[in-house]
């Protein structure tokens, strides 16, 4: 009889393992989803939702469809996120001096289960160009490693020279596919003309995008854990048998 229950427990202890290795691989696959309101000069330009499997990329190049640049630009927004190495040196060898992002800002907006990671925050970043005008967009990243993941592309706008009142504002709002952790956030800047990009900013180049305590929103609200067990295989039930078991075990020795 002990011998039973004794292999019952290991039983348990093993299919519990099983199910949190499988619990934390779900974590790390959780679907990416993103919330995103631009505004410029004080006005809302869109609000955005960007959603997809992490690590995915686009199925085809923009720039080989034969759309104008806005309904083209659109389908961008739609794509799903794109990932990228940490490579600086690849993107200081495509940057343009034409173009820079002469400096960004982030403030925290939202941390609903106060544990000092946020699952709402604003950027703003005031890029520059020697054109008196030129249309751009940009594609915003987070990481926590040594890979950035695409969590928003913005809409076309335009720059005015160095002018710092054409500062363009991103308020996001992470709901799922980002773990607990201080991340480092990207910016891109491409030119609307060719799509190049022209420049770029990093935690890098700027102490304000690096070390972000961030969270999707789906971290911040109690987790609800649904098991599909199949006949065979140890789990709930196990879980049962066992007040019974030890019961039998305690009776047995009186």
Known sequence: MSRFVITSIYSLMFSLASFSALSTQSDEMEAISVTSTESQYGSVIAEVTKKGVPGSVEKQS??????????????????SPLIKPLDRDLRFVE?????????????????????????????????????????????LYLA????FEEYHTTSLFFINGDSSS????????????????DYELLIE???????????????YSDADLSLLPLESRSYEEPQVIIVNEHGGSFGFLTLLLIPILMGRVFFAKR
């Open 62 to 79: 923009m720039e080989s469809v034969s759309l104008d640049k806005s309904e083209t630009h659109k389908l961008r927004q739609a794509a």
């Open 166 to 181: 054409d500062s363009y504002v991103i308020e996001s709002d992470l709901q799922t596919g980002f773990p607990p952790g």
């Open 189 to 203: 800047l491409y030119d609307t003309y060719d799509n190049r990009l022209v420049a770029f900013s990093d935690g």
């Open 95 to 139: 940057d343009d001096p034409d173009f820079w992002i002469y400096d960004a800002t982030v403030w925290f907006d939202i941390d609903r289960d106060s544990d000092g990671y946020y699952s709402g925050f604003t950027l703003e970043f005031d890029a520059d160009t020697i054109y008196t005008e030129a249309q751009v967009y940009a594609r």
């Open 144 to 147: 926590r490693g040594d890979v």
